[in-house]
DNA sequence: TGATCCATTACGGGATTCCGTAAGGCTGTT
DNA sequence: AACAGCCTTACGGAATCCCGTAATGGATCA
């Protein structure tokens, strides 16, 4: 079992609820944050005291307040947690349902379980604990089916910001331009072109309009 | 003080945290459901029953599952309360920011307060209760100076519509037609362009797409 | 009835997107 | 060197969008 964990939250009762399943999984040491700047200290200083922290559990996004973090949310906390340490455990707890999110947090950030908070979402946390104390990934059932179907595009960063460009109001010329001024390849209107008409296939849209809407539905812009 | 209050809320945990804060503000008689169809039982159940609730606060989404519900989410249940009861206090508590779904919360439900799912969001519901009891309206800190500044637009539902057949991949040709076939007015091309055009201005949008994407941001469509 | 206002429709032209075909350039293989 | 394969670029035409201006038609009011 899991024998050091920490909970970063932001909201005070979903991080209660989670110590409170923890303690009743028997877990020895749990330590809560609220912010993810703090979390990145705490796992720091642990791997410092040689005390490293079995496992992380965060949420995705937290709100904003007076305090400026370096690390908002948590994509970006995990993101440099990983630099580190590829090894500690991480479960994502989020109320996110969007696959391609998911998918990026798998592929690129390797964490080992992603929850869905619903009604059921404490239960599935446990489930992902034990599952990933075998060894094994963890994947909420609200999500699974549709990771696991939708077959794999090959989308790129490249594809992410043209789309972000376009959604940003900026004809395919504009950004033809923009790009030849910065060394960005391709950047002929042409390419430009195409590739828009690739996404425009892959993602079943009649038009570039239509490609915006599905691809912010998706949470990929 | 108000004597008799429901929660809507599926989360187990927020549920519990919120109703805890109830019992410290010394409300006598507190419900707990987790489906928007309890709700709307209970508070039917109470009315007959003539022991009305005074306020209730509800969550706005709820995570689908096995039990299909007439009224699936927060507004469609606040939508059917408003039919019969137009003096029952209501209280949105919801992680949702964007603008125009909380002012159509007020405009057309007439709900007495919003309070944004945060850090502080449990305290801000204290708040807001107090307030509401004055006989005032209140709105979380987060949404507020969003939604007094940003001047009035006024969006109607053809434009809703407009703007949903946009983002479906139907040109603007396709919806004349569709808008004739079905006896929607104006149905003109021409109309459909001006239409377009002006919501362009209202959201300053360079072309269609960047206009999807801000009405999809603005959680508009 | 005539004047006015306002919403809808019509039309034309320039800009942009969409889509096919083809040429140019780079890489790796034989 | 010659070739194939792939990516990038170029170009042209049709469709669509964008944006004026102007005509039509209905409602209201004097």
Redesign the interface.
């Known amino acids: 079992m899991f024998k050091k964990v920490l909970i970063a939250e932001?909201?005070?009762?979903?991080n209660?609820?989670?110590f409170a399943m923890l303690n009743e999984l028997g877990i020895q040491e749990v330590q809560q944050v609220?912010y993810c700047d703090d979390a990145y200290m705490r796992i720091q200083k642990a791997r410092l005291d040689k005390k490293p922290f079995d496992l992380l559990i965060t949420d995705l996004s937290f709100?904003e307040?007076y305090r400026t973090q370096k690390y908002p949310n948590g994509p970006d906390l995990i993101e440099r947690i990983r630099q580190d340490d590829r090894d500690m455990k991480i479960i994502v707890y989020s109320?996110e349902d969007k696959i391609q999110v998911v998918k990026k947090l798998f592929n690129s950030y390797k964490i080992n379980g992603y929850v869905?908070?619903?009604?059921?979402?404490?239960k599935n946390l446990s489930s992902a604990i034990t599952d990933i104390m075998k060894g094994k990934k963890y994947v909420s059932p609200?999500v699974d089916n549709a990771l696991s179907t939708h077959s794999d595009l090959d989308i790129n960063d490249y594809d992410i910001a043209l789309l972000s460009h376009?959604?940003?109001?900026?004809?395919q010329e504009e950004i033809s331009d923009y790009y030849k001024k910065n060394n960005i390849s391709p950047a002929s209107l042409s390419s430009i072109e195409k590739r828009l008409n690739k996404l425009r296939v892959d993602f079943n849209?009649?038009?570039?309009?239509?490609l915006?809407?599905i691809v912010?539905?998706l949470g990929l812009i």
Chains 1, 2 share one sequence.
Do not use: F, W
Not at 116 to 122: I, N, P, V
Not at 166 to 171: A, D, P, R, V
């Open positions: 932001d909201m005070e009762d979903i209660k609820g989670v609220q709100k307040d109320i869905c908070k619903t009604r059921r979402g404490l609200e376009l959604s940003k109001g900026m004809s849209a009649n038009n570039a309009i239509q915006i809407a912010k539905d």
